[in-house]
């Protein structure tokens, strides 16, 4: 017991802080997370932190004026984040040998700090926007644990400061080097390292076939992203040629057609695949139709088109059934699909996950679609051309929300007749030429939001009374047109005969809601009056003589909805009340 307090003891003594000067020296090995902002605390810093060579944080560096880091010697260890930003020229750190966090190197202007004794990256490696010809500096460098991210760095040549490199332990990423020639440097890599492969973008890349990546593809276990580089290296096909694999497929990868050439050729680049593990991505300005897609039955991944130019529907589709994942035509910014007309193509799909149709400037309707059931979300957004949802007869189920909304010329949802459920919201808004919800007579919905729908003043079909008749039921109906304009003017107009109805202050309907009886309570002597219960069609679904003010009405077997009741008395009065089930 004496001696763990005579430890605890000597290592807050450790640890004391001791003001010298009015400036914090800190009397131990171990520091805290530092801020640089300019060339003075860094020359400082073996005066400031003296025998510091392990920071128990990050290191930061945030200024244009830092020139030369070689006072900072002694670091070692790196805890956390070491993240150099800005117009750095750095030079220095040459005794770390560990950063359990990431490494962030952002020299806009600058060059690449030498790290001659760094051995392991905890996290991820991050090297961006670097003026660098080469990435010099990490002849140790062996383990990435995180992602190593290579990115938009315009004069990159090849990878040879990372010739030692063995293990990335999740995603390599490649992308957008202007310059960018060959992975030269990363022959040492370790292809069981990694979980997933990111190369895209770079359009002077013509050498792929490092050791690596031909093991990958001669057993693609993992999802490889490969394409819009320089020919050579422009598809993992291409590049399993190089290295002398056959490639039948990628089984757990990722396919992109990004040119005609490409959307013609892929049977004889994957004469044995007709499912897809992965996503499919249709994007190039030259792609005109997918021929040689042809064979392709089931993406259990993600169908995605866009950007395209020149794509007017999906003919070479034509065999495709389902899709688990999800189709996303178009994207929420910028002109996506701009000559994309209908779904023509898709004619066999009957199922397909989460459906986002956004942006697409040509899009008239969904012909082409017309087997399918299923969708799990679906977004049908900002089609400026949009006029029907023809094409999606036949669907009938949503497993969670319908948005449709900023369409301004979609006038009519008639396609949706046959839609029986939406398990989560149906939203509709900014619609400017829609005037009637015909067509989700029979949708049955678990919430409900309509607003800004200028021209929009018939809500009242029977799936949404029918939703609004269910007490705490969740509403929003708010700047439509007059009828649609509130949730009471839809309730309103949920019921029949408005025009004629008196309102009798001593009329109470009880229970009000209800579940299997009800009876009118009237605190008058007013008995034998005829009770009648319309449905919001105008029909008389019950038509009762009362003649006891204890009388019960039976309405068991009437569907949940809103319901007029009308009573007749001797002397020819008539009143009306609303009835909800």
């Given at each position: 017991m004496y001696k763990s307090i005579r430890n605890v003891i000597l290592l807050h003594f450790i640890a004391l802080t001791i003001i010298l000067s009015g400036k914090t020296v800190f009397a131990q090995t171990g520091c805290p997370e530092i801020f640089f902002y300019n060339q003075s605390q860094v020359d400082n810093f073996p005066k400031n932190y003296p025998g510091c060579s392990r920071i128990n944080g990050s290191v930061n560096f945030y200024s244009e004026d830092i020139l030369a880091l070689d006072s900072l010697y002694p670091i070692q260890i790196i805890e956390g984040d070491l993240i150099m930003d800005g117009y750095n020229n750095f030079n220095g750190l040459h005794n770390v040998d560990s950063i359990y966090g990431s490494l962030v190197i952002e020299p806009d202007y600058g060059v690449v700090t030498v790290f001659d004794s760094l051995k392991f990256i905890?996290?991820?490696?991050?090297?961006?926007?670097?003026d660098a010809t080469a990435l010099p500096g990490f002849p140790a460098l062996t383990n990435v644990i995180g992602d190593l991210n290579i990115y938009a760095n315009q004069f990159l040549q090849d990878m040879s400061g990372l010739s030692n490199l063995t293990t990335v332990r999740e995603r390599l990423m490649i992308y957008y080097n202007m310059q960018l020639?060959?992975?030269?440097?990363?022959?040492?890599?370790?292809?069981?390292?990694?979980?997933?492969?990111?190369?895209?973008?770079?359009?002077?890349?013509?050498?792929c076939n490092e050791p690596f990546i031909c093991e990958i593809l001669g057993n693609p276990l993992i999802p490889v992203n490969i394409y819009q580089n320089a020919p050579e290296c422009n598809n993992p096909a291409i590049i399993a040629n190089a290295c002398g694999v056959t490639l039948n497929s990628l089984p757990f990868g990722n396919y992109y057609v990004t040119t005609q050439e490409e959307a013609e050729d892929f049977a004889n680049l994957y004469p044995e695949c007709d499912t897809l593990n992965g996503n499919l991505t249709i994007t190039g300005d030259d792609?005109?139709?997918?021929?040689?897609?042809?064979?392709?039955?089931?993406?259990?991944?993600?169908?995605?088109?866009?950007p395209t130019q020149n794509l007017i529907n999906f003919s070479g589709l034509d065999s495709l059934k389902v899709i688990t994942g999800g189709m996303q035509i178009g994207w929420w910014e910028?002109?996506?699909?701009?000559?994309?007309?209908?779904?023509?193509?898709?004619d066999n799909l009957t199922s397909v996950g989460r459906v986002e149709i956004i942006n697409n400037q040509?899009?008239?309707?969904?012909?082409?679609?017309?087997?399918?059931?299923?969708?799990?979300?679906?977004?049908?957004?900002?089609?400026?051309?949009?006029?029907?949802?023809?094409?999606?007869?036949?669907?009938?189920?949503?497993?969670?929300?319908?948005?449709?909304?900023?369409?301004?010329?979609?006038?009519?949802?008639?396609?949706?007749?046959?839609?029986?459920?939406?398990?989560?919201?149906?939203?509709?808004?900014?619609?400017?030429?829609l005037t009637s919800l015909h067509g989700l007579d029979s949708a049955k919905m678990d919430n409900l939001s309509i607003t800004y729908n200028a021209m929009l003043s018939e809500c009242a079909v029977k799936s949404i009374c029918d939703y609004l008749s269910i007490p705490g039921s969740r509403v929003n109906i708010d700047q439509n047109a007059a009828g649609c304009n509130t949730r009471e003017e839809v309730e309103a107009d949920c019921l029949v005969g408005l025009s004629d109805i008196r309102?009798?202050?001593?009329?109470?309907?009880?229970?009000?809601?209800?579940?299997?009886?009800?009876?009118?309570?009237?605190?008058?002597?007013?008995?034998?009056?005829?009770l009648t219960v319309y449905n919001s069609s105008g029909q008389a679904l019950i038509e009762k003589l009362i003649s006891s003010d204890d009388q019960w009405v039976n309405v068991a077997k009437l569907p949940k909805g809103i319901y007029l009741v009308k009573l007749v008395f001797p002397n020819s009065d008539v009143v009306y009340g609303k009835l909800v089930k």
């Open positions: 905890g996290g991820n490696f991050y090297m961006i926007w670097s020639t060959s992975l030269t440097g990363l022959e040492n890599l370790q292809s069981d390292s990694i979980k997933e492969i990111f190369i895209y973008n770079n359009p002077l890349l013509s050498s792609i005109l139709n997918l021929p040689g897609l042809i064979g392709i039955k089931r993406i259990n991944g993600y169908f995605s088109s866009g910028g002109s996506y699909n701009s000559a994309l007309q209908n779904f023509t193509g898709l040509s899009l008239q309707n969904f012909q082409g679609l017309g087997n399918l059931r299923k969708m799990t979300m679906v977004d049908i957004v900002y089609n400026d051309n949009l006029t029907s949802l023809n094409g999606l007869n036949k669907l009938d189920t949503i497993n969670d929300y319908l948005h449709i909304a900023g369409n301004p010329v979609l006038a009519d949802l008639s396609a949706l007749i046959n839609l029986k459920r939406i398990n989560g919201w149906l939203e509709i808004g900014h619609n400017d030429l309102g009798y202050e001593n009329l109470l309907i009880y229970p009000n809601p209800v579940n299997d009886f009800f009876k009118i309570d009237i605190f008058e002597n007013h008995l034998n009056y005829q």
